[in-house]
């Protein structure tokens, strides 16, 4: 029971260094689902590896009715886990979480076999993991990674970097100093995106080229016009001369 007590004093304490919008003690205790889901999940893991597995799955069925996030009793977890907000969030029956990793709304942990054995995924030590981003497979995230909102995660991860997009894909390799900097919803600003920086290079190749085009329209019209008035001079001329 003492220890249990320490854990939550650490969960406290990282709720109050991880979301700002926290005031008290009492209101991280009384109004964070996220807090509570980890300690009906840390009741209901008892449970299941004690082999009593209908009450684990019963304990993880009301936990996840009183705080919308659904986490598997045989899931893993570490220790310092926030999940800010957390309504929709869905952790495996075979995922594994590091310590003080932070999960948004709407993440899941999930699956991508129906085979038994390792099938979600297992994250490293401070991953940061954005609203609505799903990690599938029994991939590994390394420690300090960043996982951007909405992503689609099916590859391992390497340690401290950045994942965003559809289908998931590295824009960035941060160092230690960034890696011990916390990222609200996983957004790095000025992230190196390779994808992006192809497209704003044809973007901007494109309107070099409409200038140009514009700049040889101009100048044909400038002919053409030079050759009309060249044609009805010489018109002119000849109907002078037909005259005289």
């Not at 320490?6 to 205790?29: C, G, M, N, Q, Y």
């Not at 594994?96 to 932070?102: L, P, V």
């Not at 991860?157 to 941060?174: H, L, S, Y």
Request: aromatic share 6%; proline share 4%.
């Amino acid at each position: 029971m003492p220890f249990m007590f320490k854990e939550l004093r650490e969960d406290i304490a990282s709720i109050f260094e991880r979301d700002p919008a926290a005031h008290t003690t009492w209101e991280v205790l009384t109004c964070y689902p996220g807090l509570h889901a980890v300690y009906v999940q840390k009741v209901a893991h008892w449970f299941w590896i004690h082999g009593l597995r209908w009450l684990g799955r019963a304990t993880s069925h009301l936990g996840r009715w009183l705080t919308g996030i659904e986490i598997h009793p045989g899931a893993r977890i570490g220790r310092r886990l926030f999940i800010d907000h957390g309504m929709g969030v869905v952790i495996g029956e075979t995922a594994e979480i590091g310590d003080d990793c932070t999960l948004y709304h709407g993440v899941t942990l999930g699956g991508t076999s129906w085979s038994k054995g390792k099938r979600h995924p297992t994250l490293g030590a401070a991953v940061v993991i954005g609203a609505g981003a799903k990690i599938l497979g029994p991939i590994k995230v390394g420690d300090g990674a960043k996982i951007g909102s909405n992503a689609v995660v099916v590859k391992d991860v390497p340690a401290g970097a950045t994942v965003v997009g559809v289908p998931g894909r590295i824009v960035e390799d941060v160092n230690t100093e960034q890696q011990a900097r916390f990222a609200a919803y996983a957004v790095v600003q000025h992230c190196d995106d390779p994808y992006a920086k192809a497209i704003q290079s044809l973007v901007e190749h494109t309107k070099d080229l409409e200038q140009t085009v514009a700049a040889l329209t101009g100048k044909l019209q400038q002919l053409e016009n030079e050759l009309a008035d060249q044609r009805s001079a010489e018109s002119r001329t000849d109907q002078l001369r037909a005259v005289k």
